[in-house]
């Protein structure tokens, strides 16, 4: 099947109605093929629009140049053009590849609609580097799946449409069709694992045994089965130990196996971390978390984040910024942003089902909202007496990271409302309700 019918038939089974193709434009063979077919899918197909969006790294010193003929090569093309610049924050002990991947997917996928699929470039060489890559790891099934065909991202959906062919056939599609493109010099340097893989290790494997890449790309769809079965069989069950912070019932895991419980901490912790924990990560989590004595505070931090402890559940604790001084003067009649992707909150009409409801006539004047509860007291309405924060919090069961990263609504000093755990009395009505969109 010629290539761009391949490409066609993975974006006919992918882009909902109206959506947009947005392709990851590097500038490389990999993806100046993809904008050419992309181009010609999008002229068959007049509904379909594109977008290309190049990432600029700034790490070559041709940076500045590859943006300049990304955006040529896309007018000529006819497919509309976005750039984003990312700079990589190298303090945190992940390699330049690791951060470099991190940030470009991060700003690809801000620009990605629920009904839009990003296309990127990656064919059945690289998936075999991929495989590799994870065995020198020492993966379990679940690494060796290697990258999927299609997957979510962001607000819409990652697809691969040319995960099945070779790096000779793109190639020779560039060729035949006198594209040009950017050599990335950085491909070259074998001290990267991926490149040292690829320049040295497989044209080897490959003159032995030619068939090796589709010989990998069936052991990886074997072991992404493998867990998708592991995942059908569990995730009722994990689901069921949750609660509405996600935090993870210790006594389920307790009654398990070790072999059942490992799996269901790793299906736990792939819902909120980019990277699994290693074999040993797993061990301590349970020993030194989970089995802490209860009076503990335990930690052990992961990758983009750490798992505690609260009241006989883990809970994932993401990496987040200092808020505390955060302060805000807010009049009530737009959503309010709040910092370091904490939400917004509203106040809009109240209804039967509103829950946090206040007297509007009370807010006129404005409020302030902060996030320090330092020295606070509140009544909240239905209870009796008043409480310094610091006490609502352990009454309420607010686990002890978060006392300081819910927002706290206040009028001329005094407590208003607290995130979304209750209304003080003095404010209670029946006009307007409080919502912390999360």
């Avoid at 509405?244 to 819902?271: M, Y």
Wanted: with cysteine.
């Amino acid at each position: 099947m010629a290539l761009y019918q391949r490409f066609a038939h993975a974006i006919d089974r992918h882009l909902p109605q109206g959506g947009r193709i947005v392709v990851g434009f590097s500038g490389g063979v990999d993806s100046r093929v993809l904008l050419r077919l992309t181009s010609q899918y999008c002229q068959q197909n007049t509904t379909a629009k594109g977008l290309a969006v190049h990432v600029h790294h700034g790490l070559s010193t041709n940076a500045d140049l590859w943006l300049t003929q990304c955006a040529d090569w896309a007018d000529q093309e006819g497919v509309a053009f976005a750039a984003e610049r990312v700079c990589l924050d190298t303090s945190d002990g992940d390699s330049i590849e690791q951060l470099a991947r991190r940030a470009r997917y991060q700003a690809l996928s801000k620009h990605l609609l629920p009904t839009d699929i990003l296309v990127t470039g990656q064919h059945l060489d690289d998936q075999t580097e991929t495989f590799l890559l994870a065995l020198k790891r020492g993966s379990g099934p679940k690494g060796l799946s290697s990258m999927a065909e299609s997957m979510v991202l962001g607000a819409g959906k990652l697809v691969r449409p040319l995960l099945n062919v070779t790096r000779d056939e793109i190639e020779q599609f560039a060729v035949s069709e006198q594209l040009s493109w950017v050599e990335d010099e950085s491909n070259q340097d074998t001290r990267f694992d991926r490149n040292f893989l690829r320049q040295t290790i497989l044209p080897e494997i490959n003159q032995r045994w030619p068939g090796f890449a589709t010989s990998v790309s069936r052991s990886a769809r074997l072991c992404a089965k493998q867990e998708q079965l592991l995942e059908e069989l569990l995730l009722p069950e994990l689901e069921n130990s949750l609660d509405e912070f996600s935090g993870l019932c210790i006594d389920t895991l307790r009654r398990c196996s070790s072999l059942k419980r490992e799996q269901l901490l790793r299906f736990w912790i792939a819902k909120h971390a980019e990277t699994m924990p290693s074999e040993v990560q797993l061990t301590q989590l349970w020993r030194e978390v989970a089995m802490a004595r209860r009076d503990a505070n335990p930690e052990v931090k992961l990758s983009g984040g750490s798992v505690r402890r609260f009241q006989d559940r883990l809970y994932w604790v993401r990496e987040s910024l200092e808020v505390v001084n955060w302060h805000k003067s807010w009049t009530c009649r737009q959503p309010l942003i709040l910092p370091d992707d904490l939400g917004r909150l509203i106040v809009k009409p109240a209804n039967v089902s509103s829950e946090l409801t206040l007297d509007y006539a009370k807010l006129t004047k404005g409020v302030d909202v902060v996030f320090n509860p330092q020295g606070l007291t509140a009544h909240p309405q239905g209870r009796i007496g008043s409480r310094k924060l610091k006490k609502l919090y352990q009454e309420y069961k607010v686990p002890s990271w978060e006392r300081r990263r819910i927002p706290v609504i206040l009028h001329q000093g005094m407590v208003v409302a607290v995130g979304n755990l209750f209304v003080d009395k003095a404010f209670y009505g029946s006009d307007c309700e409080l919502v912390w969109d999360k």
